[in-house]
């Protein structure tokens, strides 16, 4: 092929060929009708009808040019036919693109007959063949005595009403006669009638019948009537054409819609009546139920068979969308009134200042050294999308300006004003009205050169049509103090690998360091600086201004927590700003990093407390475990404490050479240690840094570390129970080919499951996963849906949630093997589908149950005590009470199973978090199933302690609501110590109540 086009490529460039220039011609045309439908072509047929002979018919033909070029009629010659017709060329004979043309054609019969005559008429500058077209006139003449009308046209009827016309019969003669009207003929002639068959017509007077169309189908009804005009007449034929239809008067366009309108203008559209009445309609009261609409006329008359149009006119008063109706009333009895949908949107800006009053609160000054302190106005566009930039809210003439008041105890020096550029605003553009796109902030300065009160107005000029100018209050108490000195620690807070669905808090603290009575600190304004990624907040919220006494310290704690759905580790940024009453450094900042994403390591507990332990002891050691869920090998680089040391410090760590240490994909987690020994009284935190090497990169992941030393070591942990219940529960349903008779049951029980919830008002949310592996399970870890479920969460407020849960259990089918519930469930819960298919799943306050059903063992392919540690890092290390992992299994009873009894996985993984296990090969579902509600749905009875208790010195106190409460009532077990899981474990029916406080005092093991 390629050598081919070479050839072709080679010959076209020998022979050099002359472009070709194509000429413009036109096209000639003929206008003619045929049985009601319009052809435009060069052989046409033009039909007068009858003409009474002695008369004269005239009627324009239409010659039309359908080319490109300009076309000129030439000549016009008869080819053959009677005398009677006539056809001439006006004297202007060019017809240009797209142009026409009109012939006067004329028939003057002399005798009664039908009759016909051609011609031909020529064109230049058309294509070669398409110069001529061929015209043939016909008509039928008619002896003036016996002349009738050639048909009657009703038009639209609707159906099952009526409508009715004169056939009128005219005698030009000297002498009275009588006139035949037969019966209708034709396919349609059920739907007319004719109320007189003889007509007694007077010398040189009409008489006529009164011809009615009444249609009971909608479709067309055509037909004929005889008429003879005297007795020496033949018979005629008129035509009788009706449509019967729904509606006679219809509109358009239907609904009207005036689309965006800013609230400052109006906008008009053409409403187009069209009546299919063979007689005009009179339109009459046409009015709006909303003032926003307006018409140009209260009534028209539409033409028969015509069109007439009403302009109406939409006036925003509000924003957002406006709806009407058009009334009206009519001349027609089956349709005397109407109504017409409008509708219309009030756009344009609706701006928005916040705050109303800007407080700077006490701001320090010192004389001789100016100090500046801003504070932000955040402006927003809370109006309407419009259709183009001109409807965004924009800034207009000055933008901003600042006046000071006019008491004179502030001057105009001392104030600026600005927009903020970490916050964009073009002006092209403006603030459109979309979330994330419509706000930008107005940066106030204040740089006092006095004491005393200060106040000043902000005024912001915008295009926003009813508030073209809104005005914000500076206020500020400006007062000495002694400079402060203060310290921050740390400056940089790094979050290192964060993956959702966990979140890392971090703190840093500001520190007075002044010693003398006086040395107080004014700190103001804390928060986050604009523009700092989304992921970082202050859970305390930003402080706006806080007083430091000399040597008293502040933390403020940081929280970075992914929310959005990511496919690889990015890191982000932001900033902690601040102002504090220091003439040197009279702004304070703290710059935040971290990796937010995905992560195929796994790192357990994700932070230790070690609580309250004796000074010179040290805390029993706390081991962590790293897992490599990664495809390949990683390398671990290094271990490190990098702040609390010495009282932290690692008291176990695996050897790394140099150039690290390798720890291959899936096998036995590499095992380090931490222990808390405190010097002195008072709280400590750290940090650890685990640094390992991922696919080329570093990774550095970091556990906070927590305790706080004592003279005594008496720890004292407290747990609120949740006051309104609040459950998220993953069913996790195997679908082997022996789950059917299973699945059924359990959907056949599904008011059992949620009728606890429902009775105690529990803020439930519900998913529905497959526990099989990749090899019968194409989508591991989505949360299932379908037509008959749609909702993948299910809640308190799903439709049908009975029903709809039901359809989920069947939905998971029975085919296929590879028994998993624990690896799905991870899957589930980690990124990226807990933040993407699966969103909306998790929250952060409610207790998570995990409920596995299965008629065989797990074969997920990680060990129980990995599952463990990364499910546990859903809900992190401080919140283990609220996790549980339940299973509905073969355990003691195996008589239906499908597969192997539970070897042991699931009953460790429930004792971990505190859950229940019960019996799959149950004889009574409904019962399992309320167990099982019980332990998911209802609050917890399983606390784990922050610290290892000494056991053998003093024993637990445990409190709830300030009482104490013993281990036994009677032979009854209350609560129990459970050292494998370092919990405190109620019995089911002591299990503190909602709302309640949860206190467990003990000592810590000092070593």
Known sequence: MRALCFLLLSSAVACRCNPVIEKNVGELGVEWTDAAQTHVDRDARIDFGRVATGKTAQLKVVVKNLGLGAISLESLEKLEGDAAFTLALPEARSIGKSGSLELEAAFAPTAAGATSAKFRLTASNTDDGASTALITLVAEGVDAPCMVPMGLDFGGVQVNDSAALQLEVENPTDTAREAAIRSPMGSGASGYGVDLHVLQVPAHGKASALVSFKPTEVRRYTGTVAVRAGPDCPDYPVSLLGDGVDQVLSW?????????VPLSASASKVLTFTSLAAVPVTISNLRSANVAFSVSASSLTIPARGTADVTVTFAPRTLGPSHGQLAFDSTLAKQPSGTIAVDGYGGGPDIDARPTTVSFGRVA????????????ITVANLGTVAPTAAGNLHFTGPRVEIAPAADGGTL??????????????????????????NRVDVLVSLTPSSTGHKEATVTIHSNDFDEPAVTVKVLADVIEVPPCNYRVMPTTVDFGVVSPPASRDQSFTVVNLGTSSGDVCLVSLLELRAGSAAEFSLPGGAIDQSELQPGQSMTVRVRAWPQGARSSLTPVTGDVDFFVSSPTAPRGHVALSASVGPSCLVLSPDEAQFGTVKVGCGSPQRTFNLYNTCGSAVTLQSLAVVAGAPELALSATPAIPTGGLTVPPGGAPVSFAVRYSPTDLGPDEGQLAVVVTVAGNNETHLVRLSGAGDSVGHNLDAFRQGAEAKADILLAIDGSCSMGNKQMALATNTAAFFQYAQMQGIDYHVGVIKAQGSGSNTTVGYLTSGPAHPDKVLTPRSVNVAAQFAAKVQAIGAAGGNEQCFGPVLEALSAPLVTAENAGFLRPDASLAIICITDDKDYSTGTVPFYYSALANVKGAARLSLLSVNAIAGFNDTSCLGGNPDDGRYSQMVTLTGGVKEEICTPNWAMTLQSIARAAFGTRGTFFLTAVPDTSTVPLVVKIDGTVQPSMQGTATVWVYDSTTNAVVFDQLHQP??????????????Q
């Open 252 to 260: 358009a366009p239907s609904p009207l819609d005036l689309g965006y």
């Open 365 to 376: 000054y010192f004389a001789g050294t100016p100090t500046t302190q801003t504070r932000r």
């Open 412 to 437: 105009a020096a001392e104030l600026g004003v600005g927009l903020d550029p970490a916050t964009p605003y073009d002006d092209a553009t403006g603030l459109p009205a979309v979330a994330g796109q």
């Open 993 to 1006: 109540a909602a709302g309640s406080l949860i206190e467990v005092g003990y000592d810590v093991e000092c």
